[in-house]
């Protein structure tokens, strides 16, 4: 029912930036709600930044807040995640999620796009 496709990951030093992509497709009912989350080797999935997509509405983990950016555009169906003053502790997998509200775990999952910040 959704189809996310993330890009726009890669391998950058300490202190520099990157923007991630994700674009949907399907029912917009499911994603609603749109969630970046990450996973390092051998610690748990967190959600680190969250967009409701009617009204805009964004929630940041403390750890990137003041650092990343969710944003959308609506007319190119893409979620992003601006990712600014990289840490080597914000390498990870990073994944697009879905779900039809915010108050909600995530549904649909894409494939991942890996972010190496090397010191």
């Known amino acids: 029912q959704v189809q996310l496709v993330e890009s726009g990951g890669g391998s950058v030093q300490a202190g520099g930036s990157l923007r991630l992509s994700c674009a949907a497709s399907g029912d917009t009912y499911f994603r609603k709600c749109m969630r970046w989350h990450r996973q390092a080797p051998g610690k748990q999935r967190e959600g680190i930044a969250t967009?409701?997509?009617?009204?805009?509405?964004?929630f940041y983990v403390d750890s990137v807040k003041g650092r990343f950016t969710i944003s959308q555009d609506k007319d190119r169906n893409t979620v992003y995640l601006q990712m600014n003053s990289l840490k080597p502790e914000d390498s990870a997998m990073y994944y697009c999620?879905?779900?039809?509200?915010?108050?909600?775990?995530?549904?649909?999952w894409g494939q991942g796009t890996q972010v190496t910040v090397s010191s």
């Open positions: 999620a879905a779900t039809p509200r915010c108050t909600m775990e995530s549904k649909y």
């Open positions: 967009i409701n997509t009617d009204s805009g509405t964004t």
